[in-house]
């Protein structure tokens, strides 16, 4: 393939697939500069894994049965086509069953044409107020109030907003959707049919509220200009339902959890100083070597809110199963009502296998011995390897990103971060077949592993380091787990950080994925390189894109998978039957011993055994159906093939 590295100087990390651009993010008291976008710490909203209590006084509430509550401008256009409409119809084009609401019958949308037929109507806001103000101070005697409704729909280039007013003039906004992941073609989710939304109210509404208004406003925030002549093929809009929208009194002990890691992106990754020409962000990592664990320990990590009118003393917990039992907590904070603190705290595991880590958080009403326990307990599983560094979760069921085809010639890499030195001998990548993709049109592609250093003096943010040759993909490749090793290794250095992936080729007919499984900590994580521009955004011009989606690459630091391109082949020993139901034979091509070590697609060890006869029978048929690989080894060798259990 011709090298064209020198075109990598125009590397920019502030574009995404389909227009994605909004990469300046406001978090919570803290910054990082990625690749020289700022990008600031995100606060997601997570209400809806809230349930106001039972016994929550309600001081108003509308389940849209009586449409005269609130008040509609469209814009001057008609719904329910466009604009705001209240009834029990669903009328967009993308959900023909509605919200799925407590109260069912009527409820409120928002639609905005189709998409599909590029009838959006563009700078345009729609609003929903109601129509008659609130009293909320004469019902509860203060301002401690929240706002909940229920919501369904997804946030693409839209901006949707819930705002408040004390005097039925000038709105503020208190919450919108910026928060929630976008749905695009790179990746992201519609919104829980329901989601339930639950705002604290009491920063907003003064210390007297007798008259307050509720609007939901929608306005076409897009990220191009009408005029641009991708304006229709980049937008769509998914609408917005609404239902079920109260007005209760606050409750005095609340406590909710949000932006849950295990990689210290918040806190500790300001213990740890990029000894490169980069800096340590503290990533998330499914699959982790015992040997980075050493000298960084899983660092558990959450912002917690005070939701409630009074203060509460608060801390993080955390519990493990699996492989080993463990716990812990983190520093207990007293929060204020409204305020919010980052809490975090450590796991360092011993041994290698699977753990599943709860996390939580506790709150003590300041020592009045009223405890609350969150009800959105979040769970992360890991895997302790010896050899594998890797982020996706194992989900080998889930979607896929192209590498190559007649339109794409794509490196697809995500950054790692070293906490300790390693020798990379390969990329275990997961090749992936999407369903309406025939087999014939993936079998004979070829791929290579591909690694760069990042390095933010560099004009594009990286160097270009080192590739593997390129490996052709096989009918075993198809749906499985693949080892490409580089020619000689390649030494990584704690304190760097780097960018790694798989690269497919252009080609008439042959395509090849690799899947994807999870999702990106922040913009810019995970990247796509259109290494020949051939994306119509691109414009000719090789590019760099984020994308939100995890891809299945794996660092494998094995020291076997080095022997040489030579001595790595799959034609030293022959199983039969493959596929089988787990009882085949290894019938090896010469006299020699060797291990037989046999390995899942999550990377585990599930069958070993020392093998001398030219002939060997084995017995797995215990294990479940699907893919596994299998290795034989010896000073002098490796061989590696395919096994298909069904």
Not at 161 to 172: A, Y
Not at 194 to 206: D, H, K, S, T, W
Not at 536 to 554: A, D, Q
Not at 605 to 629: A, C, H, P, Q, R
Request: charged letters at 15%.
């Amino acid at each position: 393939m011709k090298k064209i590295y020198l075109f990598i100087l125009t590397v920019f990390f502030c574009v995404s697939l389909v227009a994605q651009v909004n990469t300046n993010i406001n978090l919570a008291n803290s910054s990082k500069v990625f690749n020289q976008i700022e990008i600031v710490n995100i606060e997601e909203d997570n209400s809806n894994s809230f349930v106001l209590s039972q016994s929550a006084n309600v001081i108003w509430e509308s389940d849209f049965s009586d449409p005269s509550d609130w008040v509609l401008d469209n814009s001057g256009q008609n719904p329910p086509q466009y604009g705001w409409s209240i009834d029990a119809n669903s009328d967009g084009w993308w959900s023909g069953n509605g919200i799925t609401s407590t109260s069912g019958g009527n409820f409120a949308e928002l639609s905005n044409g189709n998409a599909q037929s590029g009838t959006q109507a563009a700078a345009v806001v729609y609003t929903m107020t109601t129509a008659q103000p609130i009293n909320v101070f004469d019902s509860i005697g203060s301002s401690n109030a929240t706002l909940s409704f229920e919501e369904y729909g997804a946030r693409f280039y839209d901006l949707q907003e819930v705002q408040i007013s004390t005097d039925g003039v000038n709105f503020v906004t208190v919450a919108d959707n910026q928060s929630y992941s976008q749905l695009t073609a790179s990746g992201g989710s519609a919104y829980p049919n329901p989601a339930l939304r639950e705002i604290n109210l009491v920063n907003y509404l003064g210390s007297s509220p007798t008259s307050v208004w509720i609007r939901f406003s929608w306005t076409s925030a897009l990220n191009l200009p009408v005029t641009d002549q991708y304006y229709y093929n980049t937008w769509i809009t998914y609408g917005w339902y609404i239902d079920d929208v109260k007005i209760s009194e606050s409750p005095a002990n609340r406590l909710t959890m949000e932006d849950e890691v295990i990689g210290g992106f918040w806190l500790d990754y300001l213990n740890y100083s990029g000894m490169g020409l980069n800096y340590m962000v503290g990533l998330d990592y499914s699959v982790t070597p015992i040997s980075q664990l050493q000298n960084h320990p899983f660092a558990i990590e959450a912002l917690f809110r005070n939701e409630g009118t009074e203060s509460q003393t608060v801390n993080l917990l955390y519990d493990v199963t699996g492989t080993a039992a463990s716990n812990g907590t983190s520093n207990t904070v007293v929060l204020n009502p409204g305020d919010s603190a980052f809490l975090g705290a450590s796991f360092a595991p011993t041994s290698l296998g699977v753990y599943t880590v709860d996390i939580w958080g506790e709150a003590d009403s300041a020592g009045a011995g009223v405890t609350t326990t969150l009800s959105n307990m979040e769970t992360r599983n890991i895997l302790v390897t010896d050899y594998l560094y890797g982020k996706d979760l194992g989900e080998t069921n889930s979607s896929s990103y192209i590498l190559g085809g007649l339109e794409d010639q794509n490196h697809i890499t995500t950054r790692f971060e070293m906490y300790a030195d390693e020798q990379l001998y390969a990329l275990r990548a997961y090749i992936s077949k999407p369903q309406d993709v025939n087999i014939n049109e993936i079998v004979g592609a070829e791929v290579k592993a591909i690694i760069y250093e990042l390095d933010t003096t560099a004009s594009n943010g990286v160097i270009f380091l080192s590739e593997s040759d390129n490996y052709t993909i096989t009918p075993q490749d198809i749906n499985s787990w693949i080892d490409i090793p580089f020619l000689d290794p390649i030494p990584l250095r704690s304190g760097f950080a780097y960018e790694f992936g798989i690269v497919g080729y252009q080609h008439p007919t042959l395509k090849s994925y690799i899947g994807t499984s999870g999702t990106s900590l922040y913009n810019g994580e995970h990247s796509l390189f259109d290494e020949l521009g051939l994306s119509s955004s691109s414009n000719g011009t090789p590019t760099w894109y984020y994308i939100t989606t995890t891809p299945m690459v794996r660092m494998n630091f094995d020291p076997s998978l080095i022997a040489s391109q030579n001595n790595i082949v799959n034609d030293a020993f022959t199983i039969y039957p493959n596929p089988s139901n787990g009882k085949f034979t290894i019938s090896l091509n010469n006299d020699k011993e060797y291990d037989l070590s046999v390995y899942n697609t999550l990377g585990q060890l599930v069958f070993s055994k020392n093998i001398t006869d030219m002939n060997n029978d084995i017995d797995l048929s215990e294990l479940t159906k699907g893919n596994y690989t299998i290795h034989l080894r010896n000073e002098a060798d490796m061989y590696i093939e395919k096994l298909i259990i069904q």
